[in-house]
C-alpha cells in the first residue's frame, strides 16, 4: 500500500493532489495543515490523514512533522513526498521590495524543505525508491527571464530559484540512498494565489489550468520519474504557459520539457 505525503495539502494544487492520490485503492494519503485542527466541509477527502500544526516558518518544522506522522501510525515510509506549500506576494520596483514578505516566500519555498526532508530521512521515512517532489516554478529560471515580461517580484522568483539549488543539492545528499528528488514546474494555475495578486487577469492569455489538471499531469510525471531524472528541473505540462521560452529558449519545444537553470 503505497504511502503519500502531500506537504501544503489544504487548497490549491496540494489539495487536489491529495484528493486524487486518495481516490486510489490501497493508497495512504497524509496532509499537512498549518492549523490545529484539520479542513472541514466539502473540498477534502475524508480519507486523508492530517499531519496538523505543520508551519513552514516555524524553526522546528521537521520535528513537528515527524511527531505527527508518528501519532498518524505511518508505517513503511513514505513512496512520494510532494511539497507544494507556498507564499506571493507581489512586489514591484516603484513601491520596493517589501521586508516581512520576502522573509516568509524564502522561508516558506527553500528554507524550510531541507528541514524537513532531513527529519524524514533521519527517522527512516525516507527509504530506497522513495520519490521527493519539490514544487518550483518557472519563475525560479533565470534564464527565462527577459524584458518581455520584465523585473519585480524579486523574492517569489529568487526564493524559487533557491529551492532548484535545495532540490539540486538534496539530489546529491539522497542518491546513494535510492531517493530521488525531482524538481517540477506543475503549470500556470487558476488559483485562490494567483487570484489574490491580481495574476487572474493573465489567466486566460497564460493557458492556466485548474488545479486538478495540473495535479493529474503531476502524478502522472511522478509515477515515470527514476534516478535518471533525479536532481533536474522539468515542467511535465511542456512550455504552453511559459511566456518567455519562445524569446529564450526557442520554439517547438518538448513536452515535457527540461527547464534551464
Request: aromatic fraction near 8%; hydrophobic fraction near 35%.
Amino acid at each position: 500500500m503505497p504511502n503519500i505525503l502531500i506537504v501544503g495539502a489544504t487548497r490549491g494544487l496540494g489539495a487536489s493532489l491529495a484528493n486524487q492520490y486518495a481516490s486510489r485503492p490501497y493508497t495512504s494519503v497524509y496532509g499537512t495543515t498549518r492549523s490545529a485542527e484539520p479542513p472541514t466541509g466539502k473540498g477534502h477527502d475524508e480519507r486523508i490523514k492530517w499531519a496538523k500544526g505543520i508551519d513552514l516558518n516555524q524553526s522546528d518544522v521537521g520535528k513537528k512533522l515527524v511527531e505527527e506522522l508518528g501519532s498518524l501510525g505511518v508505517e513503511g515510509g513514505l513512496d512520494v513526498v510532494i511539497i507544494t506549500a507556498g507564499y506571493f506576494a507581489t512586489e514591484d520596483w516603484e513601491t520596493g521590495p517589501k521586508w516581512e514578505e520576502e522573509v516568509r516566500m524564502y522561508t516558506t519555498s527553500s528554507i524550510a524543505p531541507p528541514f524537513l526532508i532531513h527529519s524524514l530521512h533521519s527517522n527512516n521515512y525516507l527509504r530506497p525508491g522513495s520519490k521527493v517532489l519539490l514544487v518550483s516554478s518557472e519563475s525560479g529560471s533565470i534564464t527565462l527571464r527577459h524584458s518581455k515580461e520584465g523585473g519585480g517580484n524579486y523574492a517569489h522568483h529568487a526564493s524559487k530559484s533557491a529551492l532548484n539549488m535545495v532540490g539540486k543539492l538534496l539530489s546529491l545528499d539522497l542518491k546513494d540512498q535510492g531517493v530521488v528528488v525531482g524538481i517540477v514546474h506543475p503549470g500556470f494555475m487558476r488559483t485562490e494565489m494567483t487570484k489574490g495578486v491580481g495574476f487572474d487577469k493573465f489567466w486566460d492569455d497564460g493557458g492556466a489550468v485548474t488545479p486538478d489538471e495540473a495535479a493529474k499531469s503531476l502524478i502522472e510525471w511522478t509515477e515515470k520519474l527514476d534516478m535518471s531524472k533525479t536532481g533536474q528541473y522539468w515542467a511535465p505540462r511542456g512550455p504552453r504557459d511559459i511566456g518567455t521560452a519562445d524569446v529564450t529558449i526557442g520554439t517547438d519545444l518538448p513536452t515535457p520539457l527540461q527547464l534551464p537553470w
